[in-house]
C-alpha cells in the first residue's frame, strides 16, 4: 500500500506516533483475511489464562451494540466485533491502518457494520454523549492522557455500558529498567516509540471512584520475557502466569499487562 498520508496537522508527538504506526502496518496491508484461531477466541472464549478470552467473557454477548473500537490499529478487532453482530466505530491516527481496517471490514463481509475513522484520541469530543454501549481498546490508554480517556469513556457509554482495555502495564522500575537494557542490546523484542510510557495500577485505581466497577486483572508474568522462548512453549508460560498470580496477588506489581474493566 503506497504511504500518501500527511503529518502535518499533528504536533512533534502524535506525529511520531503515526509515522511509527504507519511504518508497522504497512507491510501487512494485503493480510486482509480473518484468522480463524483468533477469530475463536472472541466467538467462544474458553480459556481465561489469555486475557483477550478473558476480556470477551467481560463484555458478554456484543450482538446488537453500539461499539467504539478505541484506537483500533489495523482493525482486526472491529472486524471480530463485527461478526459477532457489533455496530463498530473505530479510530486510529494511523491513515495506513484505518484503511486497512475499512478494507478488512469489507473483505470480510461485514464493512456496513464498520466505520473507521482517522481521528486523534482528543476527537471523541464530537460524538454525542451515551453514544456507546461499549468501549474497547487494544494497548491505547498509555498512548492517550489518561484523565481525558477516563472523562470521556464515562461520557459516551450509556448507563451501564462497559470499558475493556487490554494494556501494557510497567510499575516496577527494575523491571522496566532491565526490560530497557533488553531492547536495546536485541531485535527479539517489540519496539516501540520514546514516548510511550507502559500503565500503572496506581494510576488507574484513583478513577474507580467515577464509575459503578472499575476492577484490574493482571497478566503476563514469565510471558513477558515471551520473544525468548519458542510459539509453543508461550501458552504454557501464560498458563503458569495465570495459576501463579491466582495464587499470589502481591506478584500483581510485577505483571507485564492488564485488563481494565469499566462498568459506567
Not at 118 to 135: G, H, K, L, N, W
Not at 210 to 234: E, G, I, N, S, T
Request: glycine share 6%; charged share 30%; aromatic share 10%.
Amino acid at each position: 500500500m503506497e504511504n500518501q498520508t500527511s503529518y502535518a496537522h499533528l504536533d512533534d508527538h502524535l506525529r511520531d506516533e503515526a509515522k511509527f504506526a504507519d511504518s508497522e502496518y504497512a507491510p501487512w496491508a494485503g493480510d486482509l483475511a480473518v484468522q480463524e484461531q483468533m477469530f475463536r477466541k472472541y466467538s467462544a472464549p474458553s480459556d481465561m489464562w489469555d486475557w483477550r478470552q478473558f476480556a470477551v467473557r467481560l463484555l458478554g454477548d456484543v450482538s446488537g451494540k453500539r461499539m467504539l473500537d478505541y484506537g483500533c490499529g489495523k482493525g482486526e478487532e472491529a472486524t471480530y466485533f463485527a461478526k459477532l453482530g457489533a455496530k463498530v466505530t473505530a479510530f486510529d491516527i494511523s491513515e495506513i491502518g484505518v484503511r486497512i481496517a475499512n478494507e478488512r471490514a469489507k473483505f470480510n463481509g461485514v464493512g456496513d457494520r464498520v466505520d473507521a475513522r482517522i481521528m486523534r484520541a482528543e476527537d471523541t469530543v464530537q460524538f454525542p454523549d451515551q453514544s456507546f454501549d461499549i468501549v474497547h481498546g487494544l494497548g491505547i490508554l498509555h498512548h492517550v492522557d489518561l484523565d481525558f480517556a477516563m472523562k470521556e469513556v464515562k461520557r459516551l457509554l450509556v448507563p451501564g455500558g462497559a470499558a475493556i482495555f487490554l494494556e501494557p502495564m510497567g510499575n516496577s522500575p527494575t523491571v522496566e529498567r532491565i526490560k530497557e537494557w533488553l531492547m536495546e542490546r536485541s531485535s527479539t523484542f517489540t519496539h516501540v516509540t520514546e514516548h510511550e510510557e507502559n500503565l500503572k495500577l496506581a494510576s488507574v485505581r484513583p478513577y474507580a471512584s467515577q464509575f459503578a466497577k472499575l476492577d484490574l486483572y493482571p497478566y503476563h508474568l514469565l510471558y513477558r520475557a515471551k520473544k525468548l522462548f519458542p510459539m509453543p512453549v508461550r501458552d504454557a508460560l501464560r498458563r503458569i502466569d495465570k495459576n501463579i498470580l491466582d495464587r499470589v496477588p502481591q506478584l500483581e506489581w510485577f505483571a507485564g499487562a492488564v485488563v481494565v474493566h469499566i462498568v459506567r
